[in-house]
């Protein structure tokens, strides 16, 4: 079945620098989301992009549909401690369910 | 306005029980889904409710099953439990589904002992 790549699988910062993250797969997607999830908590909506080249930002988060349809990518600027957790990453295509990958756990040192 | 709620957060079972777990979703949302969360597996969808009709399932086994009623509220029931069932079982909502974007409750935590 379809399955999802996230890279790196686990990120050490330190506060104030910008983080790069990204997610692929041998197989074209129709719509990309990325998520957050806190401890003890369901993951949160972040992004969703529909469109091949689509580059959408959400306050400091800026995330890409790759132009191939097999990858997408987020980036984070001027990072917080309150950016810590686990970014997922999710495709989908029509008639089809979401896939989600395996996650980016990020960790944010002061 | 209210996110989706499910009950009960925390759960303790025994191998061989069962238990059914609750959805409320956003309001106004009519697609609901159910997915599982592991360490080892991620997230790994269950199946999806549209207007009291599952519309999709993902490779689970048939102890795992739902339904959704007409107020778009849904429950997940997974009978003879085993100690691989322990996971965080998480609900998301949206509107018809089909493409949109999930919103997700805060899970159950399910722990078979």
């Known amino acids: 079945g379809q399955q999802l790549n996230q890279s790196p699988q686990s990120m050490f910062i330190q506060e104030g620098e910008d983080v790069s993250m990204n997610c692929t797969s041998s197989s074209i997607f129709n719509t990309w989301l990325w998520y957050k999830q806190d401890p003890g908590e369901g993951p949160v909506l972040l992004i969703a992009?529909?469109?091949?080249?689509e580059l959408t930002s959400n306050g400091r988060l800026t995330a890409q549909f790759g132009i191939t349809r097999k990858d997408s990518f987020l980036n984070i600027s001027a990072s917080i401690p309150s950016d810590v957790g686990i970014y997922f990453c999710a495709g989908l295509n029509y008639g089809q369910n979401f896939v989600f990958g395996p996650g980016t756990r990020l960790s944010v040192l002061p | 306005k209210a996110g989706v709620t499910q009950t009960p957060r925390y759960l303790i079972k025994t191998r061989g029980q069962q238990v059914t777990l609750s959805c409320s979703p956003i309001s106004g949302h009519r697609s609901v889904s159910w997915y599982q969360q592991t360490p080892g597996q991620g997230l790994q969808f269950l199946f999806e409710y549209f207007s009291e009709t599952q519309r999709n399932k993902g490779n689970f086994p048939g102890r795992f099953s739902g339904r959704q009623f007409s107020n778009s509220r849904s429950e997940m029931n997974v009978s003879t439990l085993e100690l691989g069932d322990s996971a965080l079982y998480l609900c998301?909502?949206?509107?018809?589904?089909?493409?949109?974007?999930?919103?997700f409750g805060d899970g159950t935590r399910l722990s078979i002992l």
């Open positions: 998301a909502s949206s509107l018809a589904g089909t493409g949109e974007p999930q919103h």
């Open positions: 992009l529909y469109k091949a080249g």
